[in-house]
């Protein structure tokens, strides 16, 4: 099977900007969840989707939004793009519960 | 709240030698934890889950509700195992949110 894919690998926004980036799960899975990766703040959890509905939620400003098509396949959204979400963002997805979570390469975005 | 927390950034080792990377987390709860693995230019994958108690690649942990940590062990080093290493945990309830910790960094020198 593939993995995860996401898309794009890189990006470069300016401030102000809004940003969308994809996530295809692997082939099968329900399941779709995003993180944050910075130097600073190390790995921390934005959301997880589950057949079109958010699961849970991380402790992100407004600005951080996604959702989940009936295909799986996952996009999240940041408006009013500042400095500090430059970040590299990760997907995994998982079958179900209580199954392995695969991790994606990820999405590095820099907002100058 | 709940953390998780790797005290050390960085271990250095020799080829060889045994390791042992620490985790300590704080949770209410009955928490479910693993260790993921980041190899030089590859993604996030897991290592190991503490529910299947199992070793892999030589690597065990074991949960420790006691003192709250879950570190990682390795009676034999190997070169190939320099990679950061990130302990998580998972809340009890039907989400998969995993907190995880600022990460280890093991360099296995020849």
């Known amino acids: 099977k593939a993995g995860v894919t996401q898309t794009p690998r890189y990006l470069i926004k300016t401030r102000g900007q809004q940003v969308t980036l994809s996530c295809s799960p692997i082939s099968g899975h329900r399941s779709v969840s995003w993180y944050q990766q910075t130097p600073g703040q190390g790995l921390q959890f934005l959301f997880e989707y589950f057949s079109e509905t958010q699961r849970n939620k991380g402790n992100f400003p407004g600005r951080f939004s996604g959702r989940q098509f009936s295909n799986s396949r996952s996009e999240m959204n940041v408006s009013t793009l500042e400095l500090g979400d430059s970040a590299l963002y990760l997907c995994?997805?998982?079958?179900?519960?209580?199954?392995?979570?695969?991790f994606g390469p990820g999405t590095r975005l820099t907002v100058t | 709240a709940q953390r998780v927390t790797q005290p050390e950034k960085l271990l250095s080792v020799f080829k060889g030698a045994p390791v042992e990377l620490k985790c300590n987390y704080s949770y209410s709860g009955s928490p479910e934890l693993f260790w993921y693995v980041q190899y030089s230019r590859q993604r996030l994958q897991l290592l190991l889950r503490?529910?299947s108690r199992e070793s892999i690649k030589g690597f065990t942990a074991d949960l420790n509700k006691g003192e709250t940590s879950f570190h990682l062990k390795k009676p034999f080093a190997q070169e190939e195992d320099s990679a950061m290493y990130y302990c998580a945990l998972r809340e009890a309830d039907s989400s998969y949110k995993l907190i995880f910790g600022s990460g280890t960094r093991l360099l296995v020198r020849p």
């Open positions: 995994a997805s998982r079958q179900g519960a209580n199954y392995e979570q695969y």
């Open positions: 503490h529910i």
